[in-house]
């Protein structure tokens, strides 16, 4: 929700700063790997109660992960590894997190509760796997109640009131679930449309050559005809 709403207008605005970044020679790949072990730091101090200070580090994980964009653009170093690698940690990311918050669950709470951060990372990497199918179908899978950006700001809030942490894990579950229905249904739909393949094209390409031929045979032949008959 949060992607399709303000997405372009916060890469515009980090530009300035990727440009900033980029002249002191920091380059992307720096900063998804800073964002990494920031998530690293996170997961430990959550995982061992210290919630608050899992929070900075979330806030300090979330900043390079809107960062990297910014400086690859600036260093006109966008690319498909680039991309590969950024969607790669990003998942690397949601695991370490959730992994902390399971680590803190199973010391301080009863039961299979550390089953329902788990529970919720299955939901997220669901909802990013239906993105990255769809993509490479060529079909569109974006939005949602429950995006990455959602999903930070929500545990963020969890992470800074401790005692509301499991209710706000029940509620990412439900609007992740939500999400990922709702990408489902978006992509369902998008399939019974017919979409014009490269083999289409092509074949279309070869008809219209056809065509072409064939009026152009024509009109030779009526322009033979027309001098024969005078």
Do not use: C
């Not at 509620?171 to 369902?188: C, I, P, Y």
């Amino acid at each position: 929700m949060l992607d399709g709403n303000w997405r372009a207008a916060v890469d515009r605005g980090l530009i300035p700063i990727g440009r900033s970044l980029r002249r002191t020679g920091v380059s992307a790949d720096v900063v998804t790997i800073t964002g990494i072990v920031m998530a690293t730091a996170a997961a430990v101090s959550i995982g061992l109660g210290y919630l608050r200070f899992g929070l900075l580090f979330l806030v300090l994980t979330g900043i390079p992960d809107a960062l990297d964009g910014a400086v690859a653009k600036a260093s006109g170093t966008t690319s498909k590894r680039g991309a590969f690698f950024d969607s790669v940690s990003d998942r690397l990311t949601d695991a370490l997190l959730f992994g902390g918050i399971a680590w803190h669950l199973a010391g301080t709470e009863p039961g299979r509760t550390m089953m329902l951060p788990v529970a919720v990372m299955g939901a997220a990497m669901l909802v990013s796997y239906q993105r990255a199918k769809a993509e490479s179908l060529g079909f569109d899978a974006k939005g949602g109640l429950m995006e990455r950006a959602e999903r930070f700001i929500v545990l963020g809030v969890g992470l800074l009131f401790g005692e509301i942490l499991i209710p706000v894990l029940w509620l990412m579950l439900v609007l992740t679930l939500a999400t990922a229905v709702q990408r489902f249904v978006k992509v369902w739909r998008q399939g019974d449309v017919p979409r014009e393949t490269p083999y289409h094209r092509r074949a279309e390409r070869r008809r219209q050559l056809r065509l072409d031929r064939r009026t152009e045979r024509r009109a030779r032949l009526a322009a033979r005809r027309s001098r024969l008959g005078n």
